[in-house]
């Protein structure tokens, strides 16, 4: 019996830099012949024979160039010819046998320009995500800072989000709040008290919206949220704390109601639904001049930016006078682009390039699925290569912890995935990827896991023991539900918090202080029947997370888990416990 196991059979794992060779074996002796087959993405397979030893084929790649690599084992013998490769597509982990090339799957190697780099700051963020309309209002006797027009304000703040719209499903009326700049000033002591480190705030500039993913202008803070002086005492109280801002950048599309679209002509300048020879003219797509343009996902609010533009990359990211220079220089650490995937990948390198100059900034992507292999309109996206995104929203993990506490799948799938993630991604990603269990884009976490205390704890518990910068919704851990948009955005209960709630989430964060729970601890796990195990080690700590996600008590036994990732030092932490339903036992070294 042949086999193979990419966790355990290629040295080195995970991501690698250009010009490093690979190792491989293939264990097993029921072969005459195995070869590597390997192909650059894109480009035709080559063979390489692998040499026979007692008891396995071993051999080593040539030096590897930069992009993403897939292969596969051909192996010839007295029982037939086959292929040895991934149980399925996209994953990792232990070889399946098939009788055709044409029917087997490939493994993935990420080759990369560089080792990834983050910032010290970040590397083990605690990040706490602000929908800052719906957060806190910072004046002493509530009013709501420069009001828009058109629009209506809510009669308690405890009242729940609601659009009206048109029959053309558009939203003819932005509902507010009133959270502001000063709102968030004023609660960073909480924030802080509560474990986090660093703040995301959704977009801040003046926009049409509640939301403002529909710029208006990029130089401008929205007088909903106050002034430019209110951002600036934000930064230097945020700093003040030894905390971090990182900004929204809403660069694939404007706002219709913009001082550089102006459709409405609610902007002295001149913008390009009023005139073909307007200076942003050439950001834009038209159809037919005004009234039909490029939009995105065909929102007419929100029209989209010619990705060709280079004025426009250049408006945002050429030197310290453009948008984000300007902010940066003000004092923001770090940017999460929105929608990347439709981002010009030589407008992210620029970006990318203009953020370098700037000490210890960081630039997030919003990616849903895997961000090393991702294809995005008909074209991989080389993210991850050293030029691009330092990190990227960790969906895929998000999705894998939230499957896991509700059984939709089984634990030795989440494991094969979680252990995929680490083997394709370069290390600092993976181990400070932007990880979320709720965002304006999802259900709360509360609400998904259907109110069940027992399940949020553990899922809360093990965003916390898997690797991963957590990333916090607010109001997530004051016990905030909602489904969908905009439901998942209600105002954040101030006096009325869930007290049992708020306290698993400290219970997190206190953990999340050990250093055997810093992201660059050590990573693997284990599976016991349904259960899944978690082991993180550092510096000579250990900790070992078991978790039951059924509603029936389980018992841990050493010698009945599938302990294959685990080496002899790390079997030996493991201890027999019962876990009662969706329960944890965590076992720890110190």
Do not use: C
């Amino acid at each position: 019996m042949m086999e193979y196991d990419s966790f355990l059979d290629r040295t080195p794992s995970g991501a690698v830099v250009a010009g490093t060779a690979i190792h491989f074996m293939v264990q097993g002796r029921d072969a005459d012949t195995v070869s590597l087959v390997l192909r650059k993405d894109g480009e035709a397979a080559a063979s390489y024979h692998l040499a026979h030893t007692a008891e396995a084929f071993e051999g080593s790649t040539r030096a590897l160039t930069v992009g993403l690599w897939w292969y596969q084992f051909a192996a010839a013998g007295p029982t037939g010819d086959g292929v040895l490769a991934p149980s399925r597509s996209g994953v990792g982990g232990s070889a399946s046998w098939y009788q055709g090339e044409d029917e087997a799957p490939w493994y993935q190697l990420t080759v990369v320009a560089r080792q990834e780099t983050v910032p010290a700051w970040y590397q083990n963020a605690r990040i706490y995500h602000i929908f800052v309309d719906r957060f806190n209002n910072g004046n002493a006797d509530g009013h709501v800072n420069a009001p828009k027009a058109n629009t209506f304000l809510y009669g308690q703040l405890s009242d729940d989000p609601y659009y009206i719209k048109d029959a053309a499903g558009e939203v003819v009326r932005w509902d507010f709040y009133g959270g502001n700049l000063q709102g968030i000033i004023q609660k960073l002591d909480v924030i802080a008290a509560r474990g986090f480190t660093a703040l995301y705030l959704s977009p801040i500039f003046e926009a049409a919206s509640n939301h403002r993913y529909d710029t208006g202008d990029y130089f401008k803070i929205d007088p909903v949220l106050g002034t430019l002086a209110d951002f600036k005492a934000l930064v230097a109280a945020v700093h003040a704390r030894g905390m971090h801002l990182i900004l929204d950048g809403v660069f694939n599309h404007v706002g219709r109601d913009s001082r550089y679209f102006n459709a409405f002509g609610h902007y002295p300048t001149v913008g390009a639904a009023q005139d073909p020879r307007s200076p942003y003219a050439d950001w834009f797509t038209f159809k037919h001049f005004p009234d039909d343009y490029a939009s995105w996902w065909g929102v007419l609010d929100l029209p989209a930016i010619n990705k060709q533009s280079q004025s426009f990359h250049d408006f945002i990211a050429k030197g310290p006078d453009s948008m984000i220079g300007y902010w940066t220089g003000l004092g923001v650490d770090g940017w999460r682009l929105d929608v990347a995937d439709e981002l010009d990948l030589g407008f992210l390198r620029q970006i990318r390039r203009l953020l370098d100059q700037y000490p210890e900034r960081v630039l997030i992507g919003e990616v849903w699925e895997d961000a090393s292999n991702k294809v995005a309109y008909g074209a991989r996206r080389p993210y991850l290569m050293g030029d691009m995104l330092q990190s990227v929203m960790n969906y895929p993990q998000r999705a894998l912890i939230l499957d896991f506490v509700l059984a939709k799948q089984p634990a030795a799938a989440v494991l094969q995935q979680l252990l995929t993630l680490q083997e394709n991604y370069p290390p600092a990603v993976f181990q400070s990827n932007f990880t979320s269990l709720s965002t304006h884009d999802t259900p709360r976490v509360l609400t998904v896991l259907g109110e069940n205390m027992a399940a949020l704890t553990q899922a809360v518990m093990l965003w916390t023991m898997l690797p991963g910068d957590q990333v916090g919704y607010y109001g997530d851990e004051a016990g905030l539900t909602g489904g969908a948009d905009p439901q998942n955005r209600k105002f954040y209960p101030w006096g009325r918090e869930n007290q049992a709630v708020l306290a698993i989430y400290q219970q997190a964060a206190a953990w999340r202080r050990r250093p055997v729970l810093q992201n660059t601890a050590a990573f693997t796990g284990f599976t016991f029947g349904a259960g899944l195990g978690v082991v993180r080690e550092s510096a000579g700590q250990s900790l070992v997370a078991l978790f039951n996600p059924t509603d029936q008590p389980m018992t841990f036994t050493p010698a009945q888990a599938d302990l294959r990732y685990l080496t002899t030092d790390q079997q030996a932490l493991l201890r027999a416990a019962t876990l009662s339903p969706h329960g944890q036992v965590i076992q720890s070294s110190d």
